[in-house]
């Protein structure tokens, strides 16, 4: 459905007045999918509703859990048990009716994958913090040509003036990065994807004690690291923030031609 000639809703005027009428109509054309609704994908995909995108694809396989309120946005009191990617959903229709948000209870695998990329979208947000799914779907992207945008670590961090984007390859101090870098070489896939990451220095974790690490609906328990509300916020609105520029190119404002 084209756009081009409708009024732009006065909920996206001042939007509008920033980037300029063309470079939200891109917005409103663009699909964009998210995979992993945690604390970085919940505040990226909030960005992305408030910019208009018209197009979005939300994934996880998870519910809320009471551990999640420190920093998740769906994570509320009244949510503990529901499903992440639809709370996430019917946010997003309330943000902007307009969206076409489709809600995929997936787990990222192998064997889904095709579920994920269909479209394909424009652009794919990685915000998955498990190391196994978070390898398949780069490699996956990177070999089908989809645009991915991929958040590294953001717990243990602190610092917001440490938040950086840039290309993998040259991500530091980030256990998580060091190790999808090295499959990524494995598997002959470049290591230049674009990622959030911090540059902050993080102290090595212990493994978890059973009773410390986090139970998902799928996958491995993995340790349940410590984290702020403030910086995983902040990594999400990065990667929303990385994501406009890279639907608009040379329309974001502050973009040499």
Known sequence: MSHDHE????????????????????????????????????????????AGVGRLRLIDCDVVRP????????????????????LAAQRVLDINPACRVEARELFVHTDTLDRVLDGPPDLVIDAIDSLNPKVHLLIEAVKRNVPVLSAMGAALRTDPAAVRVGPLAAVTHCPLAAKVRKRLRQRGVPTDVPCIYSTEPVDPIPLAQPEEQEHHAQGRPRPALPSLPTLTGIFGLTAANAALRMLLGERFPGTAP
């Open 67 to 86: 551990s999640n309120i420190n920093r998740q946005l769906y994570a509320l009191n009244s949510t503990v048990g529901q499903s992440k990617c639809r």
């Open 7 to 50: 009024p732009i809703p006065e909920q996206f005027s001042r939007l509008a007045a920033m980037i300029g009428p063309e470079a939200f109509r891109i917005l409103q054309r663009s699909f964009v999918a998210v995979a992993g609704l945690g604390a970085v994908g919940s505040y990226a995909v909030e960005a992305l509703a408030r």
